[in-house]
Structure formats: structure tokens, C-alpha cells
């Protein structure tokens, strides 16, 4: 986990770097052109390999390697697919959002999707080996050409294009590498009868994910629809440091947790899911702290006084971003378990839930949407963790015991920030001065009251290293 965050959160500064770039190289309509067409593509991409890359994660390791064969022809065909119904939607997704230029983006982007499924089965396959420097390799071959290209593009007055041209380059800089890495190479020798075991789990896990792309993007696409391409440039940015820092921890946590749960006997289940909330708890909640408090001076150093209008915004979207790393960690319980029928009633729940309430409060603006995601971030997150405590026999008491101290110091730290940046005039000033500050507070209040967590999580990250006993 440690080594996966890292690597991720660290590829993410890279786009974090050319998206500062670029915000001071494109117009807010610009990316909020882009923005459109991503809002279109997120529902299709859902369903670019039908669950089966996932669906190879559970399968018994001898059998990884043949079940792949008949998982690689399923996602080459899903990746034509996909392009097909990107380009016949071009038209339509222009249309509705009254930009013309949609009908050039969207087949472009959907190229991706073919490029994309020739190294899905790759990035499955070490997955389920937990060997994630290979993975990692390939995401920052994808940040880094997606970031030289999308700047490179931009500076010779590409215009929305720049980010277009820059996504296509880095899935396709990320597939080379994984085919470099990765040592399995296709056959073309599907078996029928793994067809129907892959896309039986897989199927479920799709429809999952398909409601998560209405519920992740359908603000987006109200918001493009009633309020125009501006706004949801604003809208956009000021997801980008929730999403970089708290989200992608959440990503990241369920990658590395899908195949070390599967691999959990049912009675130590719920052990490892106890320290897996104290754990993911102890990096999201400073992080959402942090950001909470600085985020005027956080987006005037990132991105500039042109987005200033989005720092109301961006804290709202850290409050719905704190809960992630919990549901997540619910989420991949069920998952890991093989409860795919649990998690499609809970995502059709979540559509229900807030699809309408994004539509009623989208012609009050972007902060409305964004509170109204909060608060139905934090209904869900309630659900979740009761049906968790439910199947995993876990007692409040328990929860409350791993996510006391870190809430706890969490609170302190952005105090502590809260002092600083009265403090000082600045932004880099100010961030480097709170960070320094808040992360002494945190770390030494931390250590008094939950010192053993720390003990044994330095045990495990250096397994050479005497853990403290549980």
C-alpha cells in the first residue's frame, strides 16, 4: 500500500504539474470543453473489458494465465466497441451541449479505449500478483507523456486539443510499458467455458461501475447542460486536489485491498478490515484537513488568480472527498467476497439518491452541487459501514477505536494550520509554513495516542524491523 500510494500520488503530482501549467496556458472553456467530452466517455469507459479484468483477480493462481486468453480477446473487443459508439455519439454529445467541436473530440478519445485494452490484461495480471512497481511504471509513463504532449501542444496554440492529444499519447506510452513489464503475452486461444465464469462476476462488477460513472459524472453533465462549459471548467479544477490527494488514495487502496482480502481467511476478515479503516484514516483525514483550511491560498499557488472562484468549491469537494477511503474499504469487502449483488444494489441506491438532487439544485450553481454531493457522500458513507459492521460482525465500539486518534489529530493539525495561515501573507509562504507545522502537530499527537498502530505498521512496511506485539 505504502509503495502504491506513494508511486500513484506521485505520478498524480506530475499531472498536478501540467495541470498548473496548462491552467495558465488555456481558458476555462477550454478545459471545460474537454471536461464534456470526458463527462460522455467516463459512462463507456465502464464498460470497456465487461468486468472481466477484475473477474481474473479472484481466479486460482494456476489458472490465471489461461483464463487470460479468453479475458484479452473479450477486451479488444470491448475497445472497438467502445470507439464505435464514442464516434456515433460525437454528434449527439454536441448537440446536447451546443459545441460543435465535440464532434471532432469524441471519436479522438475514443481511441483511447482501443488503445487502453491491449495492456488490460497485462495491469490485471499484476494486479492479482500484488506486483505493483510494474503498474506503477506504467501510470507514470502515462502522466508524463500525457503532461509533455498536453503542454508542448498547448504552448504551440493547440487550444482544447492539446488535452485531447495528450490523453491518447499516454495510454498509449502506458501500454507499451506494461507490455514491456509484463512477462504474459496473448495466444489467441479463448476457451467458451471461461467466458461465461469471467463474465458472470465480471457482469456484476460492470454494473457497478456503470452507476459510479452516473453518480461521478452526472454533476458534470448537468452542470455542462444547464450552466455551460465555464463553470464546469471551475467545477473540474477544483476537484483536482481532492481527487489527487484523498480519492486516488481511495483508487489505490482498492487495487491493493481487492486481491489481499480475497486472499484473507472469513475469520481474520474482519481484523484486516479494522486496520485497514485506522490506516486509511491516518493518511486521508490530515490530508482533508489541510486542504479544508488553505484551500484560497492552495489554488492561487496551483493554478492562479483566474480560478480563484473555485476555492468555495474545492472545499466542499474535500468534505465528499473524506469519505472515499471509508466506503472504499467497505466497498472492497463485499467485492472481495463475492458480493457482487450487494454492491449493485448499493450503487442503483446511489443513482437514485443522487441524480435527482444534483438535478433540483444544479440552477443554483456549481457550491450547490457540490454540497449536495457532500451530503449524500456522507448518507452513503453511513450505509455502507453499517452493512460492513453487519456482515463482519464488527461492533461500533471497534470503529470508533480505529478512527478516534486520527480524527482527533486531524482536528489539531488543522488548527494548527488555520494559526499559521492567519499567520502569514503568501501562499507558498503560508503552505510550506502549515505543512512544516501541522505535520509536527499531527505526527507527535498521533504518537501519543495510538502509538502501537504505529509501531506495527512500521513492523510491516519494514518487515525486518521487530513489529510490536498486536
Same mark, same amino acid.
Request: aromatic residues 8%.
Given at each position: ?15 498536478? @504539474? ?90 479522438? @478519445? ?335 499527537? @498521533? ?24
Amino acid at each position: 500500500m505504502a509503495w502504491a500510494y506513494g508511486s500513484y500520488v506521485g505520478g498524480r503530482v506530475l499531472v498536478l @504539474l501540467a495541470t498548473a501549467i496548462l491552467a495558465r496556458l488555456l481558458t476555462p472553456k477550454e478545459f471545460g470543453l474537454v471536461a464534456l467530452a470526458l463527462t460522455f466517455t467516463a459512462f463507456l469507459d465502464m464498460l470497456k473489458d465487461f468486468g472481466v479484468a477484475e473477474a481474473l483477480i479472484i481466479v486460482d493462481e494456476s489458472e490465471v494465465a489461461e483464463k487470460a486468453e479468453t479475458a484479452w480477446v473479450v477486451m479488444q473487443f470491448g475497445g472497438l466497441l467502445l470507439l464505435v459508439l464514442t464516434s456515433a455519439l460525437g454528434p449527439l454529445a454536441a448537440e446536447f451541449y451546443d459545441e460543435p467541436a465535440l464532434v471532432a473530440i469524441m471519436p479522438v @478519445l475514443g481511441f483511447t479505449f482501443v488503445l487502453r485494452s491491449f495492456g488490460a490484461a497485462h495491469y490485471a495480471i499484476a494486479q492479482k500478483s500484488i506486483d505493483f512497481r510494474k503498474r506503477t511504471a506504467g501510470e507514470l509513463a502515462d502522466v508524463v507523456v500525457r503532461g509533455v504532449v498536453g503542454v508542448t501542444l498547448a504552448l504551440a496554440g493547440a487550444g482544447a486539443w492539446s488535452l485531447v492529444l495528450g490523453y491518447v499519447a499516454g495510454t498509449a506510452a502506458m501500454t507499451t510499458t506494461l507490455w514491456a513489464l509484463v512477462p504474459w503475452r496473448p495466444h489467441f486461444k479463448p476457451r467458451r467455458d471461461h467466458l461465461r465464469e469471467l463474465l458472470g462476476f465480471g457482469g456484476a462488477l460492470t454494473g457497478v461501475s456503470l452507476a459510479g460513472a452516473i453518480i461521478g459524472n452526472a454533476d458534470r453533465l448537468l452542470i455542462g447542460r444547464v450552466l455551460g462549459a465555464a463553470p464546469l471548467g471551475l467545477y473540474s479544477l477544483a476537484s483536482r486536489l481532492p481527487e489527487l490527494l484523498i480519492i486516488n488514495l481511495s483508487v489505490v487502496a482498492g487495487q491493493v485491498l481487492f486481491p489481499a482480502f480475497a486472499a484473507v481467511d472469513r475469520e481474520s476478515l474482519h481484523q484486516a478490515f479494522l486496520a485497514s479503516l485506522r490506516y486509511a484514516a491516518m493518511v486521508a483525514l490530515p490530508l482533508a484537513a489541510f486542504m479544508f483550511v488553505l484551500a484560497e491560498p492552495l489554488v492561487l499557488a496551483a493554478f492562479g488568480d483566474q480560478w480563484l472562484d473555485a476555492t468555495g468549491v474545492m472545499q466542499l469537494f474535500v468534505v465528499y472527498a473524506v469519505a472515499s477511503p471509508i466506503t472504499l474499504v467497505c466497498g472492497t469487502v463485499f467485492k472481495a467476497r463475492g458480493k457482487g449483488g450487494m454492491l449493485m444494489k448499493l450503487a442503483i441506491f446511489q443513482v437514485v439518491l443522487i441524480v435527482p438532487a444534483v438535478a433540483i439544485v444544479v440552477d443554483e450553481g456549481i457550491e450547490a452541487v457540490a454540497i449536495c454531493q457532500a451530503a449524500m457522500a456522507g448518507v452513503v458513507l453511513l450505509l455502507q459501514l453499517g452493512l460492513a459492521m453487519r456482515m463482519l460482525s464488527v461492533g461500533p465500539v471497534s470503529i470508533l477505536a480505529a478512527l478516534w486518534p486520527p480524527a482527533v489529530a486531524a482536528v489539531a493539525l488543522g488548527l494548527t494550520v488555520w494559526g499559521v495561515d492567519l499567520l502569514l501573507d503568501g501562499p507558498w509562504a503560508t503552505i510550506f509554513a502549515a505543512a512544516a507545522a501541522g505535520a509536527v502537530v499531527y505526527g507527535a499527537l @498521533l504518537w501519543l495516542l495510538d502509538r502501537e498502530s504505529l509501531r506495527r505498521l512500521a513492523g510491516t512496511v519494514r518487515p525486518t524491523a521487530t513489529p510490536a506485539t498486536p
